[in-house]
């Protein structure tokens, strides 16, 4: 099946499409459409100023979002946490 505008096939004929092409020349070709979205809820917490940027200098060089960074090491921590847990019991 290929894309109305981009006449592509291909996920990456589609990208390199809009990579080399501006929407605003298409405009009139577009159509209205209604999608729901279903996203899971996200929780904030407040970090430490001091800690954040920590955070955001290491998340920098690693080319990713602090968000994501954290969220790695959390995932981390609490992997070795049950890791432990079941280990004791």
Partial sequence: MK??????STLSDIADFWDNNSLADY????????????????NRVTIDP??????STSSQRRGILPETL???????KITSEIAIHEVQY
Avoid: Q, Y
């Fill in 50 to 55: 001091d800690i954040f940027v920590k955070v």
């Fill in 3 to 8: 894309t109305s505008i981009s006449k592509a």
């Fill in 27 to 42: 405009w009139d070709e577009t159509k209205e459409v209604k999608f729901n979205i279903r996203a899971k809820k996200r």
């Fill in 70 to 76: 954290i969220n790695l090491w959390l995932a981390e």
